[in-house]
């Protein structure tokens, strides 16, 4: 290629600049709010997922596994058309009890800070080879389009301008707590930019490379083997298993469980997102085949996934290799925000708090939004170091298959915290244990040692994804049934399995006052930050400082678990409410209660229907009859 090293420095350089910009003027309220919080917005910081894995790595899966390189669309595509199933029941849980990642799900759901912290080692472990896929794909493609072995550098440069985005504009709020409306909009810009740079290339690669489809039909008329291999797809193939994978990615991935939770404005926005995100990676998957026929047809040797930055220049039009370059960094840069953003959240919350946590005499605002920059950076420099540590390159395809494997040792936890209550925290991790060795040992490892010679036939890797999936399942579901569950347990899983209203204790409080629980919650979280929380939380409910109903008061102590699990995690947050504002043994508020449920009844009979209806005149024909009986009958 004939560009300068400083060209390509300068246009990355002012595209992120852009971002910066975009980022700034929806934090300062420029950009009005019905554009900010539309579901189209919703829906193209979704595209986040499509990293450089669709963007370059699915050319090469199309030459290797034919139609086979559409799995990974139809995988989260299908997680988002069957969202009634599993996304929008999951979006009620983490909403109610302010859950930021899976491991703050797990961790609620099996009863165990355990569970939460081997989430997060697992996907940590996971999910560095895929921020160093992202990091190796930019370094490559620059190497590619410019004059100089310009690879370092530029993986330096990368890392330091996406490390600096990240830090201003993914710590800026209170962890997973409000939505990051600039940095959102950024990555929505971002999701256009590549889904505009790729649909470009191939329809350069039609016209340039072949005249149009015409030229298309006459050339694929003289390759009846490439035709032959797109169809080749056996029963059991990596297809169907790439199609498991990414619907479990969906929940798995720490970028996409944060975007589709976290940043969803209600549920019109997951409604809209079921039918707009599939089209947004059927349009992404039409310039695959064109682009690969086009590298094909030109006979040049660079590496099959980069054919989109070489296109342009092997049919003389450098202008389509800098945008395809620019596709290709959009995509690379929004995964590593969106991931490292997620991924210092979960560490933060189930690694570094249950070790460490800041005295009473900190301002915690401030300490947990350095922790999590100094966790983003950390994260973002340890897939630079897995980018480096293998001798020869490991390809695309492969580390990127490897990553998302990792996710699927998630879906039998997944699945038993909507659909299977008996699931219990001991089947959980010994499941997920077992699994992950398995996937470790034997694809992980030869990745990370085995330098560039491994392939994804040469790791058996649909054998061995395969096995480790059922060894995991069958050690969930055995020793969930053969041991006990306990009763803090059952009742979370049945909040979690039952769409209902979550079940409250009728016991009274050991603080009877919101001045009592902020004396009380000041002693682990300091006075100022234990007045802001108390305020929060009357706020969220909507009831007066100066209310004392026992009903009230636990309305208010589960509020500020669900607001603090937001901010340290559900286990941190357990600990603090149950350690400092715990029930008392004895209740004697029945009649309070009773009370307080009648007013609530009476305010929303305008909202009743149905049986409702029914039930609520039935009570007050039974209350009539008692009011109207003479006096000691």
């Known amino acids: 290629m004939n560009y300068e090293l400083s060209t390509l420095l300068i246009l990355g350089s002012c595209y992120l600049s852009l971002l910066f910009g975009i980022a700034y003027v929806t934090d300062k309220g420029w950009i009005p709010e019905s554009i900010v919080h539309h579901p189209i917005i ?26 086979g390189y559409l799995a990974p669309s139809i995988g989260i595509s299908l997680a988002f058309l069957l969202s009634p199933l599993v996304l929008k029941p999951l979006l009620e849980l983490t909403r109610t009890y302010q859950l930021s990642s899976l491991a703050d799900l797990i961790a609620f759901r099996y009863r165990s800070p355990w569970a939460g912290t081997a989430t997060t080692l697992v996907i940590l472990i996971g999910v560095t080879p895929l921020i160093a896929l992202q990091i190796q794909a930019v370094a490559d493609t620059a190497q590619i389009v410019t004059t100089q072995a310009s690879e370092g550098a530029v993986a330096i440069g990368f890392c330091v301008l996406i490390t600096l985005f990240a830090i201003f504009f993914g ?24 889904l505009i740079a790729f649909l470009s290339v191939g329809l350069f690669a039609v016209y340039g490379g072949f005249d149009g489809f015409a030229g298309v039909e006459e050339w694929l008329a003289t390759q009846p083997a490439l035709l032959t291999s797109l169809k080749n797809t056996d029963y059991f193939s990596s297809f169907h298993i790439m199609v498991l994978l990414f619907f479990t990615a969906a929940v798995a991935m720490p970028h996409m469980f944060y975007v589709t939770f976290n940043e969803v404005s209600g549920r019109q926005g997951l409604s809209f997102a079921s039918w707009a995100l599939p089209l947004y990676f059927l349009l992404l998957s039409l310039p695959v085949l064109p682009i690969l026929w086009a590298g094909i047809k030109s006979g040049t040797d660079i590496q099959v996934e980069y054919y989109p930055v070489v296109i342009g220049a092997l049919y003389d039009q450098p202008l389509i290799t800098l945008l395809a370059y620019l596709g290709g960094l959009s995509a690379a840069s929004g995964l590593i925000i969106v991931l490292t953003l997620a991924l210092s959240n979960m560490c933060l919350n189930h690694i570094v708090l249950p070790l460490f946590q800041p005295s009473a005499k900190h301002d915690i605002y401030k300490w947990l939004r350095w922790q999590r ?52 925290r001991k089947g959980f991790l010994s499941g997920l244990i077992a699994g992950v060795l398995t996937w470790f040992l034997l694809l992980m490892l030869p990745v990370a040692t085995e330098s560039g010679s491994v392939s994804l036939v040469s790791l058996h890797w649909r054998e061995i994804t395969a096995l480790s999936l059922i060894i995991n399942t069958v050690l969930f579901v055995s020793v969930s049934l053969f041991s006990h569950t306990s009763d803090e347990e059952r009742s979370s899983a049945d ?32 006075k100022r930050t234990a007045n802001r929380e108390v305020r929060q939380a009357l706020k969220d409910l909507n009831i007066e400082k100066s209310d004392k109903r026992p009903y009230a008061m636990r309305l208010l102590r589960g509020r500020l678990e669900a607001n603090l699990s937001g901010l340290l995690g559900p286990s941190i947050a357990r600990e603090i409410i149950d350690g400092y504002l715990p029930y008392s043994n004895v209740s004697q508020h029945g009649s309070s209660d009773l009370n307080v449920i009648e007013r609530r009844i009476e305010s929303y009979r305008s909202n009743l229907s149905g049986m409702a209806v ?9 209350r009539q009859i008692l009011l109207d009986l003479p006096l000691g009958v």
């Not at 710590?171 to 590549?194: C, D, P, Y």
């Open 171 to 194: 710590t800026s709020h209170q962890g997973g707590r409000s939505r990051q409306n600039g940095l959102m909009m950024a990555i929505a810009f971002e999701s256009l930019v590549k």
């Open 614 to 622: 029914d039930l609520d005149n039935l009570r007050r024909y039974h």
């Open 373 to 424: 920059r100094t966790l983003i950076t950390a994260l973002i420099w340890s897939g630079f170091l897995f980018h480096y540590l293998p001798g020869d390159r490991t390809g695309l395809q492969v580390i990127g298959t490897v990553a998302f494997t990792a996710g699927l040792q998630f879906l039998p936890g997944i699945v038993a915290i909507l659909y299977w209550p008996q699931g219990n």
């Open 495 to 526: 909040v979690c399995a039952l769409d209902t209203i979550k079940r409250r204790r009728r016991s009274g409080l050991v603080a009877k006052t919101t001045d009592e629980f902020i004396k009380s919650l000041s002693k682990p979280l300091g």
């Open 42 to 67: 919703y829906v193209l910081s979704l595209g986040v997922f499509a990293s450089v894995w669709a963007y370059y790595a699915s050319i090469g899966n199309a030459l290797r596994d034919g139609y």
